[in-house]
């Protein structure tokens, strides 16, 4: 068999049987592995990357969803959602979740609770409830604990990993994993205090850190959240390329001690593929072609290319893939027992809703500023299928 690498060099996905090539032809969502995305080095610059892309989305705006994201039976699925505020009905003192009460601007009460927690969970059926799941603006363990025991979630064996972040509005990552596919070896929260030469009185939400074996293969996942484009992409970059500098040195860390490591780094990134974040601090390729083993391959790259994506920026009427997974090198080139073999926005109609002024989907939110809508999330869940060789 080909090794996964190869697969890739020409900017197509190893669906692995040629059925699943015929659904490419038919329109599914599907993605090469490595490539790029907006990069903001100059104004004129940025404005040439957006026509580019309007001119792709004017192609898709009528065909941006799919329902068939089918797991093979002889794959596993790792997933991350950023939820959307996720926050429980009370009022924590130590937190501005004030809104996010009954009583609050936003009137959270449990009645909408509940009704998101199924919504979520009916999202992980869709995917067939994945071995992993990355997860971002979680308030508490309190509210993963309702996720996992309260919803269909519950008969599927799911652990938390989840540490409390300094976010001052109290939102943070967490990682859920199927007990009996994988066995946790260690985590930690990597903290991030940014110096005064890049903000000052700025706290932002930990970077995830677990360790384990997925079947037999040692394993290494982070789960990411990075500070936000508020004042500015220019003006709020330097936060992101510092996060992706701490980021970069726990994983050349790793990469001493174990050069061909099987690294999973998911999350909303708040940056495209092609930032400098992402290419230049994090060192992560958007092409898989001529990769060394302690490369860092940008899985999410060819769909952003096509102007796909996971996040619908209305201003710009563009799809933006804040949300993405990026891997190393050895689940591409054969060495990893664990290979990835394909990358995919979780597009499933129910979780889009259509805008008849923009006249596109888009995902079906919960809230647009203090209105209740009652959908799933601002953002579109993404997910990467691997296959295990014993």
Avoid at 20 to 47: D, Q
Avoid at 176 to 199: C, S, T
Avoid at 270 to 298: F, G, H, M, Y
């Amino acid at each position: 068999m080909l090794s996964s690498l190869s697969k890739y060099i020409y900017g197509t996905f190893d669906f692995k049987k040629i059925e699943l090539m015929n659904k490419l032809i038919f329109g599914v969502f599907s993605v090469l592995f490595a490539v790029a995305c907006f990069e903001n080095p100059t104004s004129s610059e940025n404005e040439k990357s957006v026509d580019s892309k309007s001119e792709i989305n004017q192609e898709s705006k009528t065909n941006n969803f799919t329902d068939d994201h089918k797991l093979q039976d002889d794959e596993y699925r790792f997933a991350f959602y950023n939820v959307e505020n996720l926050f429980d009905t009370l009022d924590n003192v130590d937190k501005l979740d004030e809104e996010f009460t009954p009583l609050g601007k936003k009137k959270w009460t449990t009645d909408r609770y509940n009704k998101k927690l199924n919504k979520l969970a009916s999202v992980f059926e869709g995917m067939s409830y994945p071995s992993i799941i990355g997860l971002s603006e979680v308030e508490n363990r309190a509210v993963l604990e309702d996720l996992v025991q309260k919803t269909s979630l519950k008969n599927h064996n799911y652990e938390i990993v989840h540490y409390e972040s300094p976010d001052m509005r109290g939102i943070d990552v967490a990682l859920l994993y199927k007990k009996d596919e994988f066995e946790f070896k260690n985590a930690d929260k990597i903290r991030i205090n940014f110096p005064n030469r890049i903000v000052k009185n700025y706290t932002s939400r930990d970077i995830l850190y677990v360790e384990g074996e997925f079947n037999g293969q040692l394993s290494y996942f982070f789960v990411n959240h990075w500070p936000s484009r508020y004042g500015g992409q220019k003006e709020s970059e330097p936060r992101r390329k510092f996060v992706a500098e701490v980021l970069r040195k726990k994983i050349d860390a790793i990469q001493l001690k174990n050069p061909e490591a099987a690294l999973f780094i998911m999350g909303d990134f708040n940056d495209e593929t092609d930032n400098e974040s992402l290419t230049q601090v994090l060192q992560a390729k958007t092409d898989a072609t001529n990769i060394s083993k302690k490369d860092l391959v940008n899985c999410s790259a060819a769909m952003d290319q096509k102007g796909k994506g996971s996040y619908y920026y209305y201003k710009t009427k563009e799809w933006n893939m804040l949300d993405q997974f990026i891997v190393s090198a050895s689940t591409l080139n054969g060495t990893s027992k664990i290979q990835t073999t394909e990358f995919q926005v979780y597009n499933a109609k129910e979780v889009m809703f259509y805008h008849n002024k923009l006249k596109t989907y888009r995902p079906n939110k919960t809230y647009g500023g203090e209105k209740y809508y009652g959908g799933y999330s601002d953002h579109l869940a993404v997910y990467l299928d691997v296959q295990v060789n014993q």
